[in-house]
């Protein structure tokens, strides 16, 4: 059969090696510059960063700003056009070819934990950038306007994407931040304007959907050898301040069986939260992560313990179930220690399962490109299950490598943020077809 000149000349371009082989009518798939986002991601991480290797650049602190100018300039040289809504939150947009049609989100946050790793957050904030990079090299509009969001203080609760389904209070803008900073003082340290809150707010169904990638951050993909995770749900998280009162007293004049101990009461306290937690099959997971004993001298007896207590689980009802057995197991403990229990809840986020139809769509695009999946659930709280709350989410998980997160020694490799990247592309793509 013969060819014609076009295929002549390009089979001896390719003899010359003056292009790629590839097969006539197997075009590659469109691809992310890997380099490029690995390269943004390491420039990201010298922002913020710390002796031990990670980041501590936790929410309005002055490390937090420089890095969301860096990603802000990085939004820009993609096209996008970049707004900083009064949350705080950075929006990148670019119109669809259809712009009556609601709009597809994706983002992250940047924003770590206190001596936090480079990864959390930051894979899928840069490579939601660099997706929308790559269809603005290639001349590709999408039918639905896109929007890039870098939400703000993810790590502190939530709080930009909270503000953006209408759920942050005016009680919780006065609570003190990592920082140091009230979060109402944060979001005008960082260019937004908490007097004007009501004008972030988004209504369910004025977004087409939002997808977010992010690192597993526990160790399943990585031990099973899976490229992808493809996530059913995100757990929900409730966050209680338990304060235990008992009576302050010299430590070598008072006899043991006298003392009203809070910390005594603490310890019991803790222990019965890890009784009662795997006292019940499943995967939920109760933790008391921060303590505080006062007055905190050697030679006093503490009279008060302010200490955290935090339930996650994909079953909202189970989180209940499960705070009633230890609310009664502290009663019966104030009781025989003579101290006196106090419970503030200080934020819930309900559990968000994800889109099936986004799943199937995830599932395919990893197919395609020759990646391997599994489905699983999410232990760790994201942005997008606030996202729920307006449209189908769907998110896209990549390999932590050793189940490390909120380290220094967090760690995922370039080839996993690629492909994790390519997927999100693609699933993009499938996705503003079919919405």
């Known amino acids: 059969m013969p060819i014609n000149r076009r295929e002549f000349n390009h089979g001896l371009a390719l003899s010359l090696g003056l292009l790629p082989f590839q097969r006539f ?28 290797g990670g980041v ?23 096209s996008l056009d970049v707004t900083i809504d009064a949350a705080g939150n ?17 983002g992250s946050h940047i924003d770590s934990v206190p ?89 369910k169904g004025d977004i087409a959907a939002y997808l977010e990638l992010h690192i597993e951050q526990g160790g399943t993909l990585d031990s099973e050898k899976i490229n992808i ?30 003392r009203q101990d809070a910390l005594l009461a603490a310890a019991k306290f803790i222990e019965a939260v890890n009784r009662v937690v795997t006292s019940v099959p499943g995967r939920q997971v109760g933790t008391v992560g921060r303590i505080n004993a006062f007055p905190g001298a050697p030679n006093v007896i503490p009279g008060k313990v302010v200490l955290s207590l935090e339930l996650r689980d994909l079953d909202a009802a189970k989180i209940n179930l499960l705070y009633g057995k230890i609310y009664a197991e502290a009663q ?29 769509l995830i599932a395919e695009a990893a197919r395609e490109l020759g990646l391997s999946t599994k489905s699983m659930p999410s232990g760790a709280g994201h942005d ?6 307006l449209g189908p989410v769907g998110m896209i998980f990549v390999p932590s490598v050793g189940g ?23 699933a993009l793509l499938k996705l503003d077809k079919s919405a």
Not at 56 to 78: C, E, N, P, T, W
Not at 90 to 105: E, W
Not at 172 to 193: N, P, Q, Y
Not at 334 to 351: L, Q
């Open 115 to 203: 001596e936090g790793g480079n990864y959390d957050g930051v894979v899928g904030s840069l490579s939601a950038i660099e997706v929308a990079r790559t269809l603005a090299e290639n001349n590709i509009t999408l039918r639905h306007p896109l929007e890039v969001v870098i939400f703000q203080n993810e790590e502190g609760g939530l709080i930009g994407s909270r503000a953006m389904d209408g759920e942050l209070t005016e009680k919780e803008l006065d609570l003190v931040s990592r920082s140091g900073k009230t979060i109402r003082e944060g979001i005008k340290f960082i260019g937004g304007d908490p007097d004007k809150l009501n004008e972030v707010r988004r209504q």
């Open 25 to 52: 009518g197997t075009p590659e798939p469109l691809s992310v510059n890997d380099q490029r986002l690995y390269g943004h991601l390491l420039s990201l991480a010298s922002i913020g960063k710390n002796p031990e």
């Open 332 to 360: 019966a403990i104030a009781k025989t220690s003579r101290t006196k229990f106090d419970f503030k809840e200080i934020n819930v986020n309900i559990p968000a399962p994800t889109d099936p139809r986004i799943r199937s």
């Open 90 to 106: 950075l929006i990148g947009r670019r119109n669809g070819s259809d712009n009556q049609l609601k709009p597809l989100l994706m």
């Open 384 to 389: 997008a299950q606030d996202m729920a709350r």
């Open 229 to 258: 995770g493809i996530v059913e749900g995100i757990v929900g998280i409730n966050w209680w301040d338990v304060t235990i009162e008992g009576f302050a007293n010299h430590a070598g004049t008072t006899a043991m069986n006298n």
């Open 56 to 78: 501590s650049r936790v929410a309005y602190s002055d490390a937090d700003k420089l890095g969301r100018k860096f990603v802000l300039i990085q939004m820009k040289s993609a």
């Open 404 to 426: 490390i997160s909120h380290s220094p020694k967090e760690f995922t490799r370039p080839s996993d943020i690629a492909n994790g990247a390519n997927v999100l592309l693609h």
